[in-house]
C-alpha cells in the first residue's frame, strides 16, 4: 500500500529525460580530505542528535567510500529528470535534476550502492526499499524547505541522504518555529533523519551565489 502511494505521488509530477546533466567542465569540488574508510561499511561510528518532540538526526562523517568516484558515475548513468511541480495551484519548475531507482539492486545503479543500503538495513533494522537521488548542478539550484511526504505514511520513518560531490548547505528547522541548524556535509558524509523528524522538522537545501554540482543519494523505508 505504501508503494503505490509512493507511485500515486509521483504520478502527479510531470517530468521529462535530462541527457546531459551539467555542461562539461563544471564539474569541480575539492576532493574530501584523507578519504573514508576503504573497508567494508559499518555505521558502528554514527552520532546521535537528539532534536526533541522524538526526532533524532544521526550523522556519519567521510561513511561513504570511494565518494568522487560514485558521484561520477551516478552524474553520468543515472536517469536524471527535470520535474514540473504543482504549488500554490501553479506549475513551476524544480531547481534540481532528480533520478528514481528500482531500488538499491537496480542495475543502473554501481555495486556500492547496494552496500550502501545493506549497512543502513543491518544498523536500523529497515528495509531501504526506495532510493532516488538529487543532482544540484550549481548554487543556482536548491530544495525548499519540506519534510518527506511518502515517510509520514510510517510512525517513525527513517531517511538517509548521503553527500556526493561538492559541500552545500543542509538547513533543519523545527516545524512551526525555532532556530534553525546548520551543516555543510562534504563527500561521503551521511546524514539519517528518524523518530519524528519528518512531521517535526523540516529541512533545506538553499542556493548560494556559487557551488560546484552535488548529488543526494537518498534512501527511504517506504515498506516496513
Avoid at 500515486?8 to 510531470?14: C, E, L, S
Avoid at 529528470?81 to 528514481?100: C, S
Wanted: with cysteine; hydrophobic share 40%; net charge positive.
Amino acid at each position: 500500500m505504501l508503494r503505490r502511494r509512493y507511485r500515486d505521488h509521483m504520478a502527479n509530477v510531470r517530468s521529462h529525460p535530462v541527457a546531459r546533466p551539467f555542461r562539461a567542465g563544471t564539474a569541480c569540488w575539492q576532493a574530501s580530505l584523507g578519504g573514508p574508510a576503504t573497508g567494508p561499511v559499518s555505521c558502528t561510528g554514527f552520532v546521535r542528535a537528539d532534536l526533541g518532540r522524538g526526532a533524532w538526526l544521526d550523522r556519519g562523517d567521510a561513511w561513504a567510500p570511494d565518494p568522487d568516484e560514485l558521484f561520477a558515475v551516478l552524474a553520468d548513468a543515472a536517469p536524471w529528470r527535470a520535474r514540473t511541480v504543482t504549488m500554490y495551484g501553479n506549475l513551476l519548475d524544480e531547481p534540481r535534476l532528480v533520478a528514481e531507482f528500482d531500488g538499491a539492486d537496480d542495475r543502473r545503479l554501481p555495486p556500492r550502492v547496494s552496500e550502501l543500503a545493506a549497512a543502513l538495513a543491518d544498523h536500523y533494522g529497515r528495509r531501504f526499499d526506495v532510493v532516488t537521488a538529487a543532482l544540484y548542478r550549481d548554487g543556482r539550484d536548491s530544495v525548499a524547505w519540506h519534510g518527506d511526504r511518502i515517510a509520514r505514511h510510517i510512525d517513525e520513518p527513517v531517511v538517509a541522504v548521503v553527500s556526493l560531490g561538492a559541500p552545500r548547505r543542509f538547513l533543519l528547522r523545527p516545524l512551526g518555529g525555532g532556530a534553525s541548524l546548520a551543516f555543510t556535509p562534504r563527500g561521503g558524509d551521511v546524514f539519517v533523519m528518524g523518530g519524528s523528524c519528518q512531521r517535526t522538522w523540516q529541512h533545506s537545501v538553499p542556493k548560494c551565489r556559487a557551488a560546484g554540482p552535488r548529488i543526494s543519494l537518498m534512501f527511504r523505508d517506504v515498506i516496513q
